[in-house]
Every structure is written in C-alpha cells, then in structure tokens.
Nanobody, 115 residues
Framework: QVQLVESGGGLVQPGGSLRLSCAAS????????MGWYRQAPGKQRELVARIINGGSTIYADSVKGRFTISRDNAKNTVYLQMNSLKPEDTAVYYCNAGVVGLDYWGKGTLVTVSS
C-alpha cells in the first residue's frame, strides 16, 4: 500500500505561482513513477507531469515551460512548481504513484486561478 497526501493548493491570480507537494508513505520501494494529474469541472482527468525513477520527466503540452515536477527522495515528496498560471489551469490536482499493475491516488488539492 502507498499513501499520498497533497498540499499547496489555493486561490491565485493569473500570472501567479503555486507549489504543490505530495508526501508519500508506505511501500515506497514499489513505486516506479510519480506524477500529477488534474481534473477541471466537466472534464476528464488528464496528465499534467510525471517523473520516472531515474529522473526523466513528461509534461502535458499545455504546461510545458510553465510547470516543473521534481522529487526529494530523502523526504519522499514530489513537487509541482506552477508558474505563469492561467484561468484554464483551474482544477483539482491529484498526486499519482505508479506501481506495477496498480495506481495510487491522493485525495486532491484544489487550484483556482482567478482575478
């Protein structure tokens, strides 16, 4: 089992920044990748960014150049630095941990970009 707890969401003005954190606990040795997904009202959940063991990263085209995913292995934490935020980034952001044959999810943190 893997437990994930997100934090860092909130209300921010367009052009602003936020940093999301995801603290992982449990059977961490089984995780091969961690990532951030988001779901806006009325839309499907979509991949935002993912980091694979070894450090390679994947980003959605819509966030390339604005968002950065990173991990601190000593703290078992994954971060999502979000800059130049746009109203269309408004969504619930979910942390994901990939284990062979399984996906674990956090409960989500709401990000609202509005003036």
């Amino acid at each position: 089992q893997v437990q994930l707890v997100e934090s860092g969401g909130g209300l921010v003005q367009p052009g602003g920044s936020l940093r999301l954190s995801c603290a992982a606990s449990g059977s961490l040795f089984r995780i091969y990748a961690m990532g951030w997904y988001r779901q806006a009202p009325g839309k499907q959940r979509e991949l935002v960014a993912r980091i694979i063991n070894g450090g390679s990263t994947i980003y959605a085209d819509s966030v390339k150049g604005r968002f950065t995913i990173s991990r601190d292995n000593a703290k078992n934490t994954v971060y999502l630095q979000m800059n130049s935020l746009k109203p269309e980034d408004t969504a619930v952001y979910y942390c994901n941990a990939g284990v062979v044959g399984l996906d674990y999810w956090g409960k989500g943190t709401l990000v609202t970009v509005s003036s």
